[in-house]
T-cell receptor, first 112, second 113 residues
Framework: KQEVTQIPAALSVPEGENLVLNCSFT??????LQWFRQDPGKGLTSLLL?????REQTSGRLNASLDKSSGRSTLYIAASQPGDSATYLC???????????FGGGTRLMVKP | NAGVTQTPKFQVLKTGQSMTLQCAQD?????MSWYRQDPGMGLRLIHY???????DQGEVPNGYNVSRSTTEDFPLRLLSAAPSQTSVYFC????????????FGEGSWLTVV
């Protein structure tokens, strides 16, 4: 059974810092991996999707990498801003079926 | 563009009552799904559908029913609510195929007392 772990569970940084969020998964037979943002009391917003054949994806200040063989993905946020404060979740989709398996999330606070 | 719309946003039920959480999407997505989110457990898939008339079970289907009579709607039914079903429920949809972004609704907060 796929298990997804995110470390750290919570992170507090001053504005302007570059930071890295980590996601690890136990079964490397994945179809794709996605990073989401969740604001308090809201749904999830997809940030980046990396196909299993890709190594990274970039969107603005966000860069996500995927190392399937080691079962790891990182989300790099450059020049963090208070508006980046949210919970960040990663999820993997296995090769068989449509289910996304989610990690527990990293709660990020960026202090002005 | 409304995206994925869930109703109601908040609901309190008594044990044993039944109710339906509504989900509608206006993006003509084939795939729709229901997740529940619980502290310490993350998001877990309840049921999903790959098209009208087709549904399948996810990781935690017990106590829930679904149907998909149209492409747009995917209601989730609790037949006899239990306190263990207290959770936040999210509906999501996407186009079938690889590399397609999944869109989530804003969630439905359900408390069973």
């Amino acid at each position: 059974k796929q298990e997804v772990t995110q470390i750290p569970a919570a992170l507090s940084v001053p504005e302007g810092e570059n930071l890295v969020l980590n996601c690890s998964f136990t079964d490397s037979a994945i179809y794709n991996l996605q990073w989401f943002r969740q604001d308090p009391g809201k749904g999830l917003t997809s940030l980046l999707l990396i196909q299993s054949s890709q190594r990274e994806q970039t969107s603005g200040r966000l860069n996500a990498s995927l190392d399937k063989s080691s079962g790891r993905s990182t989300l790099y946020i450059a020049a963090s801003q208070p508006g980046d404060s949210a919970t960040y979740l990663c999820a993997v989709r296995g090769n068989a079926g449509n289910m996304l398996t989610f990690g527990g999330g990293t709660r990020l606070m960026v202090k002005p | 563009n409304a995206g994925v719309t869930q109703t109601p946003k908040f609901q309190v039920l008594k044990t044993g009552q039944s109710m339906t959480l509504q989900c509608a999407q206006d993006m003509n997505h084939e795939y729709m799904s229901w997740y529940r989110q619980d502290p310490g457990m993350g998001l877990r898939l309840i049921h999903y559908s790959v098209g009208a008339g087709i549904t399948d079970q996810g990781e935690v289907p017990n106590g829930y029913n679904v149907s998909r009579s149209t492409t747009e709607d995917f209601p989730l039914r609790l037949l006899s609510a239990a306190p263990s079903q207290t959770s936040v429920y999210f509906c999501a949809s996407r186009r079938q195929g690889s590399g397609n972004t999944i869109y989530f609704g804003e969630g439905s907060w359900l408390t069973v007392v």
